[in-house]
């Protein structure tokens, strides 16, 4: 594929941990994320699409500002959010970007403390972002882009109802989400909350 349009900082940590070169699927989540455009992405496996989200975000939103969120990556569960968390940490060792997970089982209370006090990406699971939603633990007024990671999983029952309500709070900004089936909720979702939108299939 074309080379990629990404900082130099960006490009040399990637290559200095062997995560280079993208499949043509995650040059689609560069373009995507750099676009400002909704994007529903649907491929067979998901781990390097994290990759080249975090090394897109990173791209963007370059340095910490303000206090509040400006990307939102909604999750299923700690091991994903840990995931997103571990390649924002090896990529973006070049800025001060403040990156913090939220899910079940850390105290809530510190979780809030932490992205309270200055937050540029958060990656959470939609119950726990609900719960911090419900104590005013998160400002979603400045978040840009919100990611689902595996959409038909966060709009199941049990997580749908949580979703919906996160989007509502940041409406008019991109959605992306991933996916590795056509099917679900998926269509559904980014019909009601990220019209117009593309959908792409590796």
């Known amino acids: 594929m074309a080379k990629l349009k990404l900082n130099a900082e960006v490009l040399s940590a990637l290559e200095s941990e062997k995560l280079l070169d993208f499949s043509t699927a995650q ?3 560069v373009s995507a994320l750099k676009s400002g455009r ?16 975090a090394a ?3 791209h963007q939103l370059k340095a910490s500002f303000e206090d509040v969120a ?5 999750v299923q569960n700690s ?33 809030k403390e932490d992205i309270y ?22 400002n979603s007024a400045s978040v840009q882009t919100l990611v689902l990671d595996a959409s038909y999983q966060l709009l ?9 309500r996160i989007s509502d709070s ?17 269509a559904a979702y980014m019909d009601r909350f990220a019209f117009p939108f593309t959908t792409e299939e590796y």
């Open 117 to 138: 006090f200055g937050a540029d990406v958060v990656i959470a699971t939609p119950k726990r972002l609900n719960e911090l939603l419900n104590i005013e633990g998160f």
């Open 27 to 29: 040059g689609a989540i």
């Open 70 to 74: 400006r990307t939102l990556i909604l």
């Open 156 to 164: 199941k029952v049990g997580n749908i109802a949580f979703t919906q």
């Open 170 to 186: 940041i409406p008019l900004k991109q959605r992306i989400s991933l996916s590795t089936v056509n099917k679900g909720s998926t």
């Open 79 to 111: 091991t994903i959010a840990d995931e997103y968390a571990h390649h924002f940490e090896i990529l973006g060792k070049h800025t001060d970007l403040r990156v913090w997970t939220a899910y079940q089982g850390p105290q809530i209370l510190k979780q």
């Open 56 to 58: 897109t975000v990173i």
């Open 38 to 53: 909704n994007k529903w992405l649907i491929t067979k496996d998901l781990a390097p699409l994290r990759v080249a989200v």
